[in-house]
T-cell receptor, first 113, second 112 residues
Framework: GAGVSQTPSNKVTEKGKYVELRCDPISGHTALYWYRQSLGQGPEFLIYFQGTGAADDSGLPNDRFFAVRPEGSVSTLKIQRTERGDSAVYLC???????????FGQGTRLTVV | AQSVTQLDSQVPVFEEAPVELRCNYSSSVSVYLFWYVQYPNQGLQLLLKYLSGSTLVKGINGFEAEFNKSQTSFHLRKPSVHISDTAEYFCAVSLNTDKLIFGTGTRLQVFP
């Protein structure tokens, strides 16, 4: 595609439910990143994939958060037992490799009620 | 660990006036520095970056930034702003050009 695509653009879920957020990177980009942006804050790093493997998952806040990228393209961020504090905009970015500019998607706004 | 401080949460300015958005960073090792812009309802877009070489970096839309190692700063400047520059601006650092550590952002509001 022309840019990084994230779906859904908005997601409202009830506390305790499971959610999946999807990221379609730019075709051919091997590096993929997930960030979380809470209201009034800058984006906060969650996880970085190089190909299919998670090169750095140090930003995942706890074991309720998990991300996969099984074929080295599309990635899914999975959140179990959602809490109200998980409400934020989840941003995905991709780059040709880790040394080049990262292009961001428009994000998924997650609201946990 | 690295951190970024953006000293101004909001900067109001009149159209055609100059503007400076301040960014200071903290790191015990050399870092790469970036400025991103986020327009309403859009994704983050790279304005400019400092990797090495000349400390004055020119970016898109007439913006420039100067890396000052002694003051650990990377302030963003534009000599004459337009209404269309109204947006949120984020300074970021990176050790290896992969994982970015962002500041809390500065809201630039340009008035006619």
């Amino acid at each position: 595609g022309a840019g990084v695509s994230q779906t859904p653009s908005n997601k409202v879920t009830e506390k305790g439910k499971y959610v999946e957020l999807r990221c379609d990177p730019i075709s051919g980009h091997t590096a993929l990143y997930w960030y979380r942006q809470s209201l009034g804050q800058g984006p906060e790093f969650l996880i970085y994939f190089q190909g299919t493997g998670a090169a750095d998952d140090s930003g995942l806040p706890n074991d309720r958060f998990f991300a996969v990228r099984p074929e080295g393209s599309v990635s899914t961020l999975k959140i179990q037992r959602t809490e109200r504090g998980d409400s934020a905009v989840y941003l995905c970015a991709s780059s040709l490799n880790s040394d080049t500019e990262a292009f961001f998607g428009q994000g998924t706004r997650l609201t946990v009620v | 660990a690295q951190s970024v401080t953006q000293l101004d949460s909001q900067v109001p300015v009149f159209e055609e006036a100059p503007v400076e958005l301040r960014c200071n960073y903290s790191s015990s090792v050399s870092v790469y520095l970036f400025w991103y812009v986020q327009y309403p309802n859009q994704g983050l877009q790279l304005l400019l970056k400092y990797l090495s070489g000349s400390t004055l970096v020119k970016g898109i839309n007439g913006f420039e930034a100067e890396f000052n190692k002694s003051q650990t700063s990377f302030h963003l400047r534009k000599p004459s702003v337009h209404i269309s520059d109204t947006a949120e601006y984020f300074c970021a650092v990176s050790l290896n050009t992969d994982k970015l550590i962002f500041g809390t952002g500065t809201r630039l509001q340009v008035f006619p």
